[in-house]
């Protein structure tokens, strides 16, 4: 059985107050990493962003067509100008009525491409109107994501430096142990998740449970120094005289 003064025993919960701040550290900045606002965060950005470019989509859409029809409406006008210089120059009857003809069947449909024009401008305005609204929905998406992201960076960034300071004391004071009992303890704390706790009444707060008559015996039996462990936990068990 190992063996270590019953004093620099105690002084394993001290080590052990040192592991458990670390421990619930680490809990800590686990639950700030998996905090429950941000996959509905994210996909409210996501969902917006869509939004704003199956938006911008329907706008370039209405655009590229209004534009494809001003071009037309553009060449209408031309050859209807051509077409009146050429009326206006005068010659055969014939020849007249034909372009004024051409003239009449031309502007009739260039007043229809207007007409639809003026319904492609009205459309614009309205995909314009719902690619701000979109836009707008995604930048306060956005900001609401942000919002949280720095709160959790503000948060984690504390628990971090609270960390960095814990493990500095941690290992300071774990230096000035002895050496065989710090490792027997280390190797508990590795299988264990704890390393040392306290028999207070015949109870371990180990295993957070009475121990039964029969090793309550054993463990009172042991030497002062000899190290003895939780036979439900596999954690040191610490003794004071005071404790049974």
Not at 44 to 49: F, G, K, L
């Amino acid at each position: 059985m190992a063996k270590a003064p019953a004093a620099e025993q105690l002084r394993l919960l001290e080590l052990q107050a040192f592991d458990s701040a670390l421990k619930a550290n680490a809990t800590r900045l686990k639950a700030l990493e998996q905090d429950p606002r941000l996959p509905a965060l994210l996909a409210a950005v996501e969902d917006a962003q869509a939004c704003a470019e199956e938006a911008e989509q329907a706008r370039d859409a209405v655009r590229k067509a209004l534009t494809a029809l001003e071009d037309e409406v553009s060449a209408l006008d031309v050859k209807i100008e051509r077409d009146t210089v050429r009326l206006n120059a005068g010659g055969l009857s014939k020849d007249l009525m034909a372009l004024q003809k051409d003239i009449e069947t031309l502007s009739s449909f260039k007043s229809g491409k207007e007409d639809t024009e003026l319904e492609l401008m009205e459309e614009l305005e309205g995909a314009e109107s719902e690619v701000t609204a979109r836009q707008e929905a995604l930048a306060e998406a956005t900001r609401q994501l942000r919002e949280v992201q720095e709160e959790l960076a503000a948060k984690t960034a504390e628990a971090e430096a609270e960390r960095d300071g814990v493990r500095v004391e941690r290992d300071a004071f774990a230096v000035t142990l002895d050496p065989g009992l710090l490792a027997l303890y280390e190797k508990t704390l590795d299988r264990r998740g704890v390393g040392a706790a306290r028999l207070f009444h015949g109870h371990s707060e180990g295993s957070g449970m009475d121990l039964s008559p029969g090793d309550l015996a054993e463990v009172k039996a042991a030497a002062e120094d000899d190290v003895v462990y939780c036979p439900d936990s596999g954690v040191i068990l610490v003794r004071s005289p005071e404790w049974s």
